[in-house]
C-alpha cells in the first residue's frame, strides 16, 4: 500500500525543523528537516493583518514547503534572518505625518512624510486604494503601484489627524 501526502496539507514548523542563513550575495536559504535550500522565498499567508505570524516558505519554484506560525518562536539567527527577507519582500515605508490631503482634476493627492522621506501617494479614488485592516492602521496605495501605511493613525500628530479626518 502507497501513502501519498495531500497536497494540500499545512505543515507547521517547529523551530528546530528550519534553519534559516544568508548565502553568496545575500541570498536567503535554509536548511529544512535536513535538507539544505540554496535559496528560499517567504510569503506572508496574511500579509494585512499579520507582519510576522503564518509566514510560508518556499522553493523559488513555488512549492510551499511549510508555514512558520510565528517568527518570534525561531531560534535568533533564524528570526533575524527571516525578518530581514521579510522587510526585503514587503517594502512599505511607515507614514509619520500627513503634510496635506487633497482633491485636485479628480485625484487626491496625499503629501507625506515617512520614515524614509518625504513621498507623495496619487489615488483616483479613496475606496479602492485604502484598506483598513484594523487597529488604526490604514494601507495606502497609488496609481503607479507605491504603498505606504499609517501603523495607526490616531497616534499621529494633531496635524496629520486633521488630514485624515476628511477622508476616512
Not at 534553519?19 to 499567508?45: C, H, M, N, P
Not at 494585512?48 to 506560525?69: C, M, N, W
Not at 487597529?135 to 503607479?144: A, E, F, T, Y
Amino acid at each position: 500500500m502507497t501513502i501519498t501526502t495531500d497536497p494540500y496539507d499545512i505543515r507547521l514548523f517547529s523551530p528546530d525543523d528550519v534553519y534559516f542563513s544568508r548565502g553568496q550575495g545575500g541570498v536567503f536559504q535554509g536548511i529544512i528537516d535536513g535538507k539544505t535550500y540554496k535559496e528560499l522565498e517567504v510569503y506572508r499567508a496574511f500579509p494585512f493583518l499579520y507582519a510576522t505570524q503564518y509566514i510560508s516558505i518556499r522553493t523559488t519554484k513555488g512549492d510551499e514547503l511549510g508555514i512558520i506560525a510565528d517568527v518570534k518562536e525561531l531560534y535568533e539567527e533564524s528570526a533575524v534572518e527571516l525578518e530581514k527577507e521579510l522587510q526585503l519582500r514587503y517594502f512599505m515605508p511607515r507614514v509619520t505625518r500627513v503634510d496635506s490631503v487633497k482633491f485636485k482634476s479628480d485625484l487626491w493627492i496625499w503629501e507625506l512624510q515617512t520614515h524614509l522621506g518625504a513621498t507623495r501617494i496619487v489615488m483616483r479614488n479613496l475606496h479602492e486604494f485604502m484598506q483598513y485592516p484594523g487597529g488604526g492602521r490604514v494601507l495606502l496605495s497609488d496609481i503607479s503601484g507605491k504603498r505606504c501605511e499609517i501603523t495607526d493613525w490616531q497616534q499621529l500628530d494633531a496635524h496629520s489627524r486633521k488630514q485624515l479626518e476628511e477622508v476616512l
